[in-house]
T-cell receptor, first 113, second 113 residues
Framework: DSGVTQTPKHLITATGQRVTLRCSPR?????VYWYQQSLDQGLQFLIH???????AKGNILERFSAQQFPDLHSELNLSSLELGDSALYFC????????????FGSGTRLTVV | QKEVEQDPGPLSVPEGAIVSLNCTYS??????FMWYRQYSRKGPELLMY????GNKEDGRFTAQVDKSSKYISLFIRDSQPSDSATYLC?????????????FGTGTKLQVIP
């Protein structure tokens, strides 16, 4: 157990739907990062939050949004889902803003049918 | 051309062999270099990170960075079946005041007993 908790582990939903993925960072970590992993694209950075504030955006679609709450847990919202959104979604955390040495969660496998 | 290139493998070796995993990159601004191990259906786990050029050793693992050639390597000595996993390289550089991390697509390693 890495200390980063992601729920749910698996999610199957239909096209056009909206889902919320949840992440609890490792105790003491202030940064939360979201990544998408697909077979052909590898790990793609989506968004980074530090202590409740958005720090950086990567290749995140406008249909996707995220937030980090005062208790530091984070949620990634995916809406108007398309078949191509099927992927593994990972959350990672780190103690501060320095972007090396993340601790990853086990991921949420999203399947859009 | 991708910023970080990594041979996807798969790479099959007999138990006890020395394994060499490599990545090349094009961005000379990369400063931190990381290796992650990802078991099937799990999140990536940080193995090692190095700053700038040089070698770093941790048990059976040695990370090597050659910035002049834009080439990094991870060596695994006395490989074990438990080393069978996908190995991801990652690199970070400051871009627009933010430390951005770029991952390779991973090399799948299989160690055969």
């Amino acid at each position: 157990d890495s200390g980063v908790t992601q729920t749910p582990k698996h999610l199957i939903t239909a096209t056009g739907q909206r889902v919320t993925l949840r992440c609890s960072p490792r105790s003491g970590d202030l940064s939360v990062y979201w990544y998408q992993q697909s077979l052909d694209q590898g790990l793609q950075f989506l968004i980074h939050y530090y202590n409740g504030e958005e720090r950086a955006k990567g290749n995140i679609l406008e249909r996707f949004s995220a937030q980090q709450f005062p208790d530091l847990h984070s949620e990634l919202n995916l809406s108007s889902l398309e078949l191509g959104d099927s992927a593994l979604y990972f959350c990672a955390s780190s103690v501060d803003n320095r972007n090396y040495g993340y601790t990853f969660g086990s991921g949420t496998r999203l399947t859009v049918v | 051309q991708k910023e970080v290139e990594q041979d996807p493998g798969p790479l099959s070796v007999p138990e006890g062999a020395i394994v060499s995993l490599n990545c090349t990159y094009s961005n000379s601004a990369f400063q931190y270099f990381m290796w992650y191990r990802q078991y099937s259906r799990k999140g990536p786990e940080l193995l090692m990170y190095t700053y700038s050029s040089g070698n770093k050793e941790d048990g059976r693992f040695t990370a090597q960075v050659d910035k002049s050639s834009k080439y990094i390597s991870l060596f695994i000595r006395d490989s074990q079946p438990s080393d069978s996993a996908t190995y991801l390289c990652a690199m970070s550089a400051i871009s627009g005041g933010y430390q951005k991390v770029t991952f390779g697509t991973g090399t799948k390693l299989q160690v055969i007993p």
